[in-house]
């Protein structure tokens, strides 16, 4: 391996220690994550606006989707490199899907952390991270720069 490429694998390597460190002194690990996803999607299926619009996606594929999910929150958290999805392209053309699900989304995933999260720290880490993805996802699936600019309005 040459010496480049043996310090970027060092320099990740520290990265996903150090990550890992400072969630575990919050409270998140791999099995809260487990916990916290199992537990959202189990109220997503069942929530009147959201479950309707994930089924119609993941009708016979919520396993797999668990999964990818309990992966994505272990590289955002703790910089597994376990996910390797691209969210906005996964997202892109489901049926149903509005910007106002976001507010209903974050809403329920909040009540969940009150539910599954011991630590205040842990709770504010995660929602702070889930309302910067949602707007990162809304603007990318929804934002007309045409229609939506306020500069361009009269």
Not at 112 to 125: C, E, G, I, M, N
Not at 128 to 149: G, H, Q
């Amino acid at each position: 391996m040459d010496e480049n490429l043996q310090a970027r694998a060092f320099n990740s390597a520290a990265i996903r220690e150090r990550a890992e460190k400072e969630m575990n002194e919050i409270g998140i690990d791999d099995a809260l994550i487990e916990t916290l996803v199992d537990a959202f999607y189990g109220r997503v299926k069942s929530h009147p606006q959201l479950g309707p619009v994930f089924d119609a996606r993941l009708a016979g594929r919520w396993p797999e989707h668990m999964e990818k999910m309990k992966s994505f929150w272990s590289s955002v958290a703790l910089r597994s490199g376990a996910y390797g999805g691209k969210p906005v392209q996964a997202h892109l053309g489901v049926a149903n899907m509005t910007p106002e699900l976001f507010p209903q989304w974050l809403a329920l995933f909040s009540a969940t952390l009150d539910d599954v999260v011991p630590s205040p720290q842990a709770k504010a880490w995660f929602m702070e991270t889930a309302e910067r993805i949602a707007r990162s996802l809304s603007l990318s699936l929804f934002y007309n720069p045409a229609l939506d600019d306020p500069a361009l309005k009269r």
